[in-house]
Structures are given as structure tokens and as C-alpha cells.
């Protein structure tokens, strides 16, 4: 055996609390989602409330019957409701000195598209909330179809290969950027292959839900629907960051910076090589892709800058 | 009308309890191949039981194993793992072990 | 034990509808403005910024959020209030469903006017109807004064352990929230002790933060014909429910409505009319002077829509020989109007007698004197064998 660290990884310490999920539960081998959802209950603790709806987590997230999957508390919602059911518990716990900490769990279909005024809604009213939004691209528990979240050119069910289409035509709501203009008290990208970032994430969420409202945008890669190995997932989510297709960054009070710096980013065909929804792009389309991700991530840099110029001249000025 | 049903929930309203039904499934069933460990390569970095979805990686002290009642074989641990030490293998050549 | 005098204000419904919210002390609560009701949303801020009513209010950006605000709070134990009106009430209709299937206890008013199919800012009760299979109580009133009472009977009801449903007070958008009445408004301390009862009931389940329960559940097989049984069953109890609640609170505060339905000289008479909202009003006009005409005709008021007070309906037409029903709707796919054709479910338990059906008063057009006096006329002829109409839409017949 080779001289072991004999110590245990330092970044279970974030995730040490006992697990809330039973052992085996229904999300796809591989799914970067089971991960996603196990470890914001361990960050989350004990006194969080799920509202789950349709989508990838409900078949876990929600009974069957008496029967639960987990032992956490949580609320069913229609996709129209999830953040003004979240509203709801947090302003009456808040009111009785209850502690909770209440997180909206949705997939990217809901969040971008029929849930998306309610969340909006929640986000400028500043609700005490957690909104987590754990981005497929697309609505994968009913077979991949687009969502407002899928990315130009991809494949999927409704926006598929044939003579006349090539793909989804029109680029994605850059939803992070939506959601930094609604200023809220907190807000961050994040995904599987970054463990140290998204459990670092998740505690600042937890702490900064009793100020104001929580947005967390997860980058979940679907292997079943992406057509991916089950074994490249957290590949995948690895190269998402490598290339800036989804850069890693927070926000308070609107201000973003980038949590994980990536001093060369590579092409994006690192990217959509692993996965086989992008495999009909010929050149010019995955030159689109390109154009995007990189337009996408100057106006993120951008914006970094001008946060950090101002913190300067706040600092400079006292 | 002759009421044969004998009631599922004790409240009036579809809610769930964990505590008196918490539900499992046997997703071990799935797999067609699980990871196999060369502990002379495994140096106890963690990464295969950090990066495992259904988080079925048993501490072992000083290497992981998977619980093979949860274990889906997705393959995640053995391709991130950094030194190699775990291969999926098909679950057929363990036929014998039942 | 009575309750001490009220004082009287002279308010219009929708304030009446805020004072009824705020006497209850509700702790949740989320409104979005949509004419005729906006005025109780002021009205509610009004009496927060003035410390009034202690209560949670969330200023959501839509009605269907209004109604997932309060429905779970109420999932998490708060006594919650919301209020809206047709293109509102339509907008939550998922919403709606929820709070019905999961069993809470909302209390919402709902400021009667047409629904979008055509565009119009104006009283009627599509609105009402098209809500009437989300499984929610709902009840409509004749004035202000019975709003106010309904309101606090309305969380008597809902929050009730045999009943555990949302209930939803129906009034007439512009002939009562626009009408300033002169209202009795009940002392704060009666309304407690009338609504006190409650409190030494078993609670209902809710949501905790650390309890392994969870609402909302997947209903699968068995587990959801379980469920919609129970609901069933228990808008099934509201019936009688309701008219215990109605006496409890004549007893109390002196003014009774009659439960499920009122009735009014129907002992004696041959022929009655149907009818409900603001218009009943003006039906008891109709009836005194047709009586002093010599014809034996009484009036039954609609308070309980859902659920439909059948049993009350037939006791209550037993030996009438014909009945005239006015509806302030349309009801798609049928002939007759909506309560009309409800009514007429029972026709097996009441003998064969001829039913008029009646639509009337869309649009803010009103059902006057003339309109029902005519009721009435045709309703004597049928029930003497005349040949008769079996549906009128009275706007259709006028020439303008």
C-alpha cells in the first residue's frame, strides 16, 4: 500500500451531519442531482424544510403514500407555487420564533420558465428563502424536452435533429444573470466536481437566508438525457467549469466575483465532446456555442470588475 | 355503501411519515457492474466516497468500499478516482457470491 | 352569553370585508389589487400601519401567489385571510385545488364579476361558478352586514376539526363592495370568544421544521381515493355544520341567517323563487308586494353553494308546485343556469314540478323589481298549467 494520508478528506467535515435520504432512492445512476440533493440536507441541517415540485426530485423528494423517501419536513407544490408556498412557511415561522430554514428545490424548467414570476417575485420582495435551482437544461423526468435553460444548439425532444432543425435555435436564459440583477442577499453558481465551493455555498446560504433572499444555481448534468457515460458526470461538470460554459461565482447584495478562478480556459469542445446532445454541431454551430460562453463570461467579468472597483473605492475613501 | 378499505393515512390530507414509513429501494438490483479496489494503489483520499451519488462508500479506515446493497455501478468513483485503485468489473463474475 | 353592543359604521363591502378579516386576527396575509376588491387590500395595509391588525402581509406579485402564500402558512398552522375576484380567482385555480386537497383552512372573499371569456369590469357570478368543483366551501351573502358576519363564521367553519376545508365568501362585486351600508361591527373581544371554541379542539396536522412529515405527499392508488373520500366526506358534514354555526352565532351576537338556505314566506306558499347575492334583497320587495296582490309566493336565499344544500332544498319545495330560479351566470353546456340545473338534479325527491330557469343581471345590468315581478308572474302560470319558458335570459328579451 502506498503511504496513505491516513487522515480523512477535510471536506467531509462540511458534510459530516447524519445523512436524511434512505439508502437507496429512485434518482438515475450517475445523476449528479443525488448528490446534489444529499448534501444540501447534510449543509441544510436539521430544522430545513424542502418545497419540492415536479420534476427530477419530486419521485424522491415527495412520498408515496405514508411512505417517504427521506426525514426531512417538506411541502408539495405545483410548479406555479414553489417560492410563495416557501413565502408562506418562512413568514409564519419567522413570526412564531420557529427556526427553519426554508429551500425551494426545482429543477431549471421551473425556475426559467413556469415558475419563474413567483421566483422573481419572491427575489424583490427579499423573502427570507433559499432558492435552489439545479440546472438539467432541460425538462428531463418527463424524456428531455427544452426548457428556456437549454443551450443553443442542443438536441432534445422538442428542439431535435432533422432536415430542417439542427437543434434548440435560441441561446439560453443566462438565469444567474437574471437573478444578480434582482439583487439578492446572496447568490451563487455551483456544481458537483467543486465540492469545497458548493459546501462553502451552502453555508453561506444557510447563514445568509436570515437576511434576505437565496438564490443557488447547480449545474446538474443529466446522463441519461445528455446521452453521457453514468461514470462522466462529475467530468462533465469539471469540464463545464475548465471551459467557462458555467463559471463558478457569488454575489451579495448584487456584487458577484468568481469563486474559482480559471486562469486558461479551454474550448468548449472539451466540453461537448462528453456528451452526445451536442454531437450533430458541425463547426459553425459549435462556433455559435463558443461566441456564447465567451460573451456570457465578459459580461460576468465585467460586472466582477466593476463590483470590485467599487469595494476598492469604498475602501479607498474611508 | 359498504366500506372495505381500511385507511392508509391517519390524517385527513396525503401526508407522509418517515418515522412510522421510511421507504427504500433495492437499487443495488441495478447495476451490471461494481467497483473493485486495488488497495495497494488506494491512498484514502476520499474522492470516490465524496463523488458517489447514492453516498454508499463505507469508511473503512484507511481505504473505502461500496455498500453493495446501494451501490448502482454508475462507474463515477472508479473514473475520478486519481491513483486508479478502483475498476468496475461485471457484476457476472461474482455470480457465484449470490 | 350575548355579545356586547357593536358599533355601527357606515362602510362600504369591501372595507366591511377587511374589518371581518381583522376582527379574526388572522396572521398571514398575501392580497394582490384587481377591481371591485382592491380597497380591502388598502384597507388591510391601512389598519397594519395603524397597529391595528397584527398580522404578516405579503404584497405578492399575482394572485395565484396570494393564494400559495396562505395556503401554506395555513400547512404550517397560521390562521390566514386573502380576498380577490374573478380573473384573480381563475389565475389561482391551481393554487385552489391545493388548498382544498391539502385540507386547509383559508378563509378568502371573493368580490363577485364576470370572468374573462369576455372582458369586463362588471358584477356577476361566473366567477363563482367556475370555481365550484375545487373543492371548496362557498357560501354568498345578501349585504355588508352579512359579510362581515360571514367572515367570522366563514373561520368557525373552516377551521373546525370535523371540517378542515378553505372557505370562500362569495358577494356581489359594485352592489356590495362599492355599497356603504350601515354596518354593526362587533366588539373584538366577542369575536374571540366566539371563535374560542376552537381552540379546545384537537390541532390539525402542520408542518414542522425537524418532524419527518411531509405534506403534500403523492397520492398513489388507494392512498388518493382516500383521500378525495375524506374530503368528500367531510364537505358533506359542512351542511350541518354550517347551521349549527349559524344558530351559535344568532345566539350570540342576535342576527341569524338561516344556515345552508333562508327562507322567506315559503310556509304557506304555492310557488317560490330562488335566488342569491345582493339580489335577494330586492326579491323580498318583489314577494311582499306580490302577496299583497294575493299570490302565495316565498323566496328561498342561496347562502351555501357549496356544498349544495340539497336536503334543505327539498324540504323546503316539498308541496310547491312550481319553482322559479335565478341565476346571476352561465352555465356551459347546459340549457338552464347554473344553480338552475343544480336545483334540478333533485327534480326525482320533489314531484314533478315545473322549474323556470332564469339568467339574469350579467354585466352589472340589474335584476330590479319588473324583472323579477316577472319571475313570478310566469312561475303562478306554470305552476296553474300554463304553458311555460323553460329558460329566459331577460336582458335577451328587452328592447333597448
Not at chain 1, 430542417?164 to 438565469?175: A, D, E, I
Not at chain 3, 355599497?179 to 384537537?202: G, H, N, R, S, T
Not at chain 3, 317560490?272 to 345582493?278: C, D, E, M, P, W
Request: charged fraction near 25%.
Amino acid at each position: 500500500m502506498v503511504e496513505t494520508t491516513k487522515k480523512r478528506n477535510r471536506i467531509f467535515n462540511y458534510f459530516s451531519t447524519e445523512e436524511k435520504f434512505a439508502g437507496g432512492v429512485a434518482w438515475c445512476a450517475g445523476c449528479p442531482l443525488e448528490l446534489t440533493a444529499r448534501f444540501t440536507a447534510k449543509v441544510m441541517g436539521d430544522k430545513m424544510i424542502f418545497v419540492g415540485t415536479p420534476g427530477c426530485a419530486a419521485p424522491v423528494l415527495h412520498g408515496q403514500n405514508i411512505g417517504a423517501w427521506h426525514k426531512v419536513a417538506y411541502l408539495a407544490s405545483v410548479m406555479t407555487g414553489v417560492p410563495s408556498k416557501a413565502t408562506g412557511l418562512s413568514r409564519y415561522f419567522n413570526r412564531i420564533g420557529l427556526d427553519a430554514t426554508v429551500v425551494c428545490f426545482t429543477g431549471d424548467g421551473c425556475a426559467t420558465d413556469v415558475g419563474f414570476q413567483p421566483l422573481s417575485g419572491a427575489a424583490e420582495r427579499r423573502e427570507k428563502i433559499i432558492y435552489l435551482a439545479y440546472d438539467n437544461e432541460g425538462y428531463m423526468n418527463t424524456g428531455n424536452q427544452r426548457s428556456s435553460a437549454t443551450p443553443l444548439g442542443a438536441a432534445t425532444t422538442t428542439t431535435p435533429v432533422g432536415k430542417l432543425s439542427r437543434g434548440k435555435p435560441t441561446v439560453s436564459k443566462n438565469m444567474p444573470m437574471v437573478m444578480l440583477m434582482h439583487r439578492p442577499r446572496y447568490m451563487a453558481t455551483a456544481t458537483l466536481s467543486h465540492l469545497e465551493d458548493f459546501a462553502k455555498k451552502l453555508q453561506k446560504a444557510k447563514e445568509m437566508v436570515k437576511e434576505g433572499f437565496v438564490y443557488l444555481h447547480v449545474f446538474s448534468p443529466c446522463p441519461v438525457g445528455w446521452r453521457i457515460d453514468s461514470s462522466l458526470s462529475i467530468e462533465v461538470c469539471r469540464n463545464a467549469v475548465r471551459t467557462n460554459y458555467f463559471p463558478l461565482w457569488e454575489a451579495e447584495d448584487g456584487k458577484p466575483r468568481i469563486t474559482v478562478e480559471v486562469p486558461a480556459p479551454r474550448p468548449v469542445t472539451e466540453f461537448t465532446k462528453l456528451m452526445r446532445k451536442f454531437s450533430h454541431l458541425k463547426e459553425d454551430g459549435l462556433a455559435n456555442l463558443q461566441k456564447e460562453v465567451d460573451y456570457r463570461f465578459s459580461l460576468l467579468k465585467s460586472l466582477c470588475d466593476a463590483a470590485k472597483e467599487e469595494k476598492k473605492a469604498k475602501a479607498e475613501s474611508k | 355503501m359498504v366500506i372495505k378499505h381500511k385507511n392508509i393515512f391517519t390524517t385527513e390530507s396525503a401526508w407522509s411519515d418517515a418515522d412510522k414509513v421510511l421507504l427504500c429501494l433495492d437499487t443495488g438490483g441495478w447495476r451490471t457492474e461494481r467497483p473493485v479496489l486495488d488497495q495497494s494503489k488506494c491512498n484514502y483520499c476520499g474522492l470516490c466516497a465524496l463523488y458517489c451519488p447514492p453516498q454508499c462508500m463505507l469508511d473503512k479506515g484507511d481505504h473505502y468500499e461500496a455498500n453493495l446493497a446501494y451501490c448502482k455501478g454508475c462507474g463515477i468513483c472508479a473514473h475520478e478516482c486519481p491513483r486508479g485503485a478502483l475498476t468496475m468489473v461485471p457484476e457476472g463474475e461474482f455470480a457465484d457470491e449470490g | 352569553m350575548k355579545a356586547k353592543k357593536g358599533t355601527i359604521r357606515v362602510i362600504t363591502g369591501n372595507a366591511v370585508g377587511a374589518y371581518g378579516a381583522m376582527l379574526c386576527r388572522p396572521e398571514v396575509i398575501a392580497a394582490y389589487p384587481i377591481t371591485p376588491q382592491s380597497e380591502i387590500a388598502e384597507q388591510l395595509a391601512q389598519f397594519r400601519a395603524d397597529g391595528v391588525l397584527d398580522a404578516e402581509f405579503v404584497e405578492v406579485e399575482g394572485e395565484n401567489s396570494a393564494m400559495n402564500v396562505v395556503l401554506a402558512a395555513s400547512v404550517a398552522g397560521a390562521r390566514v385571510f386573502t380576498a380577490t375576484s374573478s380573473y384573480g380567482l381563475v389565475f389561482m385555480y391551481d393554487a385552489l385545488q391545493e388548498a382544498s386537497g391539502f385540507r386547509t383552512p383559508v378563509v378568502m372573499v371573493n368580490a363577485n364579476r364576470e370572468t374573462p371569456g369576455i372582458h369586463a369590469v362588471s358584477a356577476g357570478q361566473q366567477d363563482m361558478i367556475s370555481a365550484r368543483d375545487t373543492g371548496w366551501v362557498q357560501i354568498i351573502v345578501e349585504n355588508d352586514q352579512e359579510i362581515l358576519d360571514q367572515i367570522i363564521m366563514a373561520y368557525r367553519l373552516a377551521e373546525d376539526y370535523d371540517i378542515q376545508l378553505p372557505v370562500m365568501v362569495n358577494y356581489d362585486g359594485y352592489y356590495l363592495s362599492y355599497l356603504a351600508e350601515a354596518v354593526e361591527i362587533p366588539q373584538i373581544e366577542d369575536v374571540d370568544a366566539f371563535l374560542a371554541p376552537l381552540k379546545k379542539q384537537p390541532p390539525r396536522p402542520r408542518l414542522v421544521p425537524g418532524v419527518a412529515k411531509g405534506c403534500g405527499t403523492h397520492g398513489i392508488e388507494m392512498g388518493y381515493v382516500e383521500a378525495r373520500y375524506k374530503h368528500w366526506q367531510a364537505l358533506e358534514r359542512v351542511k350541518n355544520k354550517a347551521d349549527e354555526i349559524d344558530k351559535a352565532f344568532g345566539d350570540y351576537f342576535g342576527r341569524y341567517y338561516g344556515g345552508q338556505i333562508e327562507e322567506y314566506r315559503t310556509g304557506d306558499a304555492d310557488i317560490v323563487v330562488v335566488a342569491s347575492g345582493s339580489a335577494t334583497g330586492t326579491a323580498r320587495t318583489v314577494i311582499d308586494a306580490k302577496r299583497e296582490q294575493g299570490i302565495k309566493v316565498g323566496l328561498i336565499k342561496m347562502r351555501l353553494f357549496r356544498p349544495f344544500p340539497a336536503e334543505k332544498l327539498i324540504e323546503a319545495l316539498k308541496g310547491k308546485k312550481a319553482v322559479g330560479v335565478i341565476d346571476r351566470s352561465v352555465c356551459f353546456g347546459w340549457k338552464y343556469g347554473p344553480i338552475c340545473t343544480e336545483l334540478m338534479a333533485l327534480s326525482p325527491k320533489l314531484e314533478t314540478v315545473p322549474i323556470l330557469s332564469y339568467i339574469d343581471g350579467l354585466a352589472n345590468l340589474d335584476i330590479n323589481v319588473p324583472h323579477i315581478g316577472r319571475v313570478v308572474d310566469e312561475v303562478y302560470a306554470a305552476a296553474r298549467g300554463k304553458p311555460y319558458q323553460e329558460v329566459t335570459w331577460i336582458p335577451m328579451e328587452e328592447e333597448r
